[in-house]
């Protein structure tokens, strides 16, 4: 079994939608969570940050952290093309510098 | 430059041959990373200097080789490569201090295919 498990998609909606990835992980250990934008042909950006359980904001984006559950998700508000990526799910231990990344969720937004 | 910068941006190199890929970061940050990326996996962490120690996943072949000379440059260098080591080589770097907030920016990549 994967630390990390990740819906590779692609994930089709059309411009304007609410789109949700998800993640799930089997290590309890996992404290901080991450969620990376990879365009085509470039490296990983990073979108959203959270510490343990809840939700937080930033513009659009809303990432949700379920602990419990195991399960932590990226809501994207009113899409659009510009958010056609590979979406990928990464999460640490308390301590050290070791990110495990899930395998990416493809969206495309179309227009 | 700004940011993480990695070259060459492609390689396309034979089983036999030796070739090395650099990664340069320009934000003052003390720990470096190279990743691997094949495609439908997760990235896979390779090498780990921090501080100028190296942590390394034991389950990287000797064939590839990582070299830090300071806390802004990092080299892969690569010898008798598997068609298998196709794939795209991510760089990274961070502050790398204690604190759980460790930011990663990565480099946009080396495309690497082994013939």
């Known amino acids: 079994q994967k630390e990390v498990e990740q819906d590779p998609g692609p994930l089709s909606v059309p411009e304007g939608a609410i789109v949700s990835l998800n993640c799930t992980y089997s290590?309890?250990?996992?404290?901080?969570f991450m969620w990376y934008r990879q365009y085509s042909r470039k490296g990983p950006e990073l979108l959203m940050y959270?510490?343990?359980?809840g939700n937080k904001e930033d513009g659009r984006f809303t990432a949700q952290v379920d602990k419990s559950s195991k399960y932590i998700s990226l809501f994207i508000r009113d899409s659009q093309p510009s958010d056609s990526a590979t979406y990928l799910c990464?999460?640490?231990?308390?301590?050290?510098?070791?990110?495990?990344f899930g395998g990416g969720t493809r969206l495309m937004v179309k227009p | 430059e700004t940011g993480v910068t990695q070259t060459p941006r492609h390689l396309v190199m034979g089983m036999t041959n030796k070739k090395s890929l650099k990664c340069e970061q320009h934000?003052?940050?003390?720990?470096m990373y190279w990743y691997k990326q094949s495609a439908k996996k997760p990235l896979e962490l390779m090498f780990v200097?921090?501080?100028?120690?190296?942590?390394e996943n034991n389950s990287v072949p000797s064939r590839f080789s990582p070299e830090c000379p300071n806390s802004s440059h990092l080299f892969l260098h690569l010898h008798t490569l598997q068609p298998e080591d196709s794939a795209l080589y991510l760089c990274?770097?961070?502050?790398?201090?204690?604190?759980?907030?460790?930011?990663?920016?990565f480099g946009p990549g080396t495309r690497l295919t082994v013939l």
């Open positions: 990274a770097s961070s502050q790398g201090s204690a604190g759980a907030k460790d930011t990663q920016y």
């Open positions: 290590n309890s250990a996992f404290q901080y």
């Open positions: 959270t510490y343990s359980s």
């Open positions: 990464a999460m640490k231990r308390n301590a050290g510098n070791m990110l495990t």
């Open positions: 934000l003052g940050h003390n720990a």
């Open positions: 200097y921090s501080l100028e120690e190296r942590v």
